[in-house]
């Protein structure tokens, strides 16, 4: 269901108890003074509230494309078919470097290598390391392949440290709230630490 369109649960619950009798609007059978200019007005006020909270999420989550876009580096999602393989990846590799290597800072990786690389990288990971992991992938690839594809395994490396959650941070904060309690509120952080 879009949410936009047709409203939630609450919104169309709303709705199925408004009912039109005579030319009179009633809720849950009470009359209520509802013109279609007080209609617009709340459609109107419903989809800008929809719109900025929608804007909101994205301005507050703007990474969550790249981390979607992680997923071409695991050899599960890597597909079987020669031509679907050939295209797989290109947009989301785009994405990846465009994180990695902005304009105006220094890149991690030169940014032409690493695209020339990727259909090699392909190919070496259908025909050898297909049944492997993600962290596996990593470890052969800067083991074995660091000469033969060197940007890729260095944007591997850079991909492979980045917490794709908040668990351990909120695990440590809920260390930190047991130790410095209010009765010790004077603990400094190096005793803390």
């Known amino acids: 269901m879009q949410i936009e369109d047709e409203g939630g649960p609450k919104f169309q619950e709303f709705l199925a108890n408004i009912a039109e009798k005579n030319g009179e609007m009633y809720f849950k059978g009470e009359k209520i003074k509802a013109t279609r200019a007080m209609r617009q007005a709340v459609d109107g006020v419903r989809q800008h509230f929809l719109d900025t909270l929608i804007q909101n999420i994205e301005d507050r989550f703007p990474g969550i494309g790249l981390f979607s876009a992680f997923h071409i580096f695991d050899p599960w999602c890597l597909p079987r078919n020669n031509t679907e393989r050939a295209r797989f990846g290109r947009d989301e590799l785009q994405t990846i470097l465009d994180h990695f290597c902005?304009?105006?800072?220094?890149?991690?990786?030169?940014?032409d290598t690493c695209s020339a690389e990727?259909?090699?990288?392909?190919?070496?990971?259908?025909?050898?390391?297909?049944?492997?992991?993600f962290q596996e992938l990593v470890k052969i690839m800067a083991t074995q392949h660091a000469g033969f594809l060197s940007e890729t395994t260095k944007l591997l490396a850079a991909i492979s440290v980045i917490p794709m959650s908040t668990v351990s941070c909120?695990?440590?904060?809920?260390?930190?709230?047991?130790?410095?309690?209010?009765?010790?509120?004077?603990?400094?952080a190096e005793n803390l630490d």
């Open 102 to 111: 902005p304009a105006g800072r220094e890149p991690i990786v030169d940014t």
């Open 118 to 133: 990727w259909s090699p990288f392909k190919e070496l990971v259908h025909a050898n390391y297909s049944k492997n992991s």
């Open 170 to 188: 909120g695990r440590g904060f809920s260390i930190h709230n047991r130790i410095k309690t209010k009765g010790r509120a004077r603990i400094k």
